[in-house]
């Protein structure tokens, strides 16, 4: 499937009056569908990681980190998602710092697939580490030496409905802020109704250019379908993701696919077509949006810190 995009936009009145293209009493009609098979609050908290263990002695790792820093994280209300868009599974060390107390909780280890993004509440990443005072804020200090690797924090409020972006991004020594800057991650499937997920993928070139949307299952990396889109110059493709569940084929997500990673990746590689990617996501019931466009890298061994 190819298709040829014009230049497009969507307002942010359009999405939250249909959001989809469709007439508004189809869309409510449907996003109370949805929520109806959907517990928002639950299901972004079950998903265990690939992958957890203690980390011997890791209360003195080190006094040089060489650590990526994932600050503020709310035991009550964060959730931290580690993404692995290589071609293998990787292993990433994670020490548990207390902000309150200054000291090192803990360290644990955790496994991502390949092109997935494993999404887990604070309490679960550190239950191994146990007992703690959950009470207070922590950092993580997230150690990675492979490519590809990114991360994003958010924060949901069960008793008010709140969903917002809480990274806070370390750019230094790398210049780049979403290598390798053609994916969107976590996107909400149909699964997710409040809170929908829109996409933009713009070409900022003078080339037009061909390129091939692979869509993955977020938690395991799985490959859900692909198609192809063409952008010529200046032109953006804006849709929901409704739309590329479409497009690949996947209509149906079950109750434990709440996520997808959806990646462009040029159909010609020496193509001098350049793209950014854009993800926000709507409260289509209480209003508001999260702009969730910018994944934070893991810079592993290139971030130096002495104490």
Known sequence: MKTKVKNTATSVLSIFFSPFGWPITLTLATLFAFVAITNWANAQGDLTPASVGNVAGAAGLSDTYRHTVILGVDPGRSYVRIANMSTAPVTSTIEVYGLETESTLGSFQIQVPAKASVQIKAETMIQSLLPLEL??????????????????HVQYDENNGEFSNAGICTFS??????????????????RIAQYASFVTVHNFSDTTGIFEVRVYNASTGALKGTTEIELSPRASLNESSDWFQGAVGWFFPNETELHMNIEFVPVDPASAARITVGHVVADLFQGGMTNLSNPCPLHGDGFTRSM
């Not at 009470?135 to 994003?152: C, S």
């Not at 020594?173 to 149909?190: C, I």
């Open 135 to 152: 009470d207070q804020f922590l950092a993580l200090y997230v150690r990675n030496g492979h490519p590809d690797q990114l991360w994003q």
């Open 173 to 190: 020594p790398d210049p780049d802020f979403l290598p390798p800057g053609n994916v969107a991650l976590n996107v909400h499937t149909t």
